[in-house]
């Protein structure tokens, strides 16, 4: 079992910067791939930002050059920088933890998420 709590959310101007975090709790952590999600008033859910077990790293494209997913295994923590921020990336952002465990089958949690808005 992980637990997941996010934190860093808030209000900032377009073009500023917020770090979340995502602490988790339980064992193994390291084995984990993390994942960043969002999701808009009215929108689908969103795979923003991935980080694997080994540390490979992927984006989608709205976020490429702007977003940054890092991990701190002896923190049990996975970090999304978030720079040059526009209205558009106004919602909860929400942290996901996934490993396979045989296959087709995986352990799959989710934190409760933080708030993002960015407006003038």
């Known amino acids: 079992q992980v637990q997941l709590v996010e934190s860093g959310g808030g209000l900032v101007q377009p073009g500023g910067s917020l770090r979340l975090s995502c602490a988790a709790s339980?064992?193994?952590?390291?084995?984990?791939?993390m994942n960043w999600y969002r999701q808009a008033p009215g929108k689908q859910r969103e795979l923003v930002a991935s980080?694997?077990?080994?540390?490979?790293?992927n984006y989608a494209d709205s976020v490429k050059g702007r977003f940054t997913i890092s991990r701190d295994n002896a923190k049990n923590t996975v970090y999304l920088q978030t720079n040059s921020l526009k209205p558009e990336d106004t919602a909860v952002y929400l942290c996901?933890?996934?490993?396979?465990?045989?296959?087709?089958?995986?352990?799959?949690?989710w934190g409760q998420g933080t708030q993002v808005t960015v407006s003038s």
């Open positions: 996901n933890a996934r490993r396979v465990y045989s296959v087709g089958s995986y352990y799959n949690y």
């Open positions: 339980g064992s193994m952590f390291s084995t984990y791939a």
């Open positions: 980080i694997t077990s080994g540390g490979s790293t």
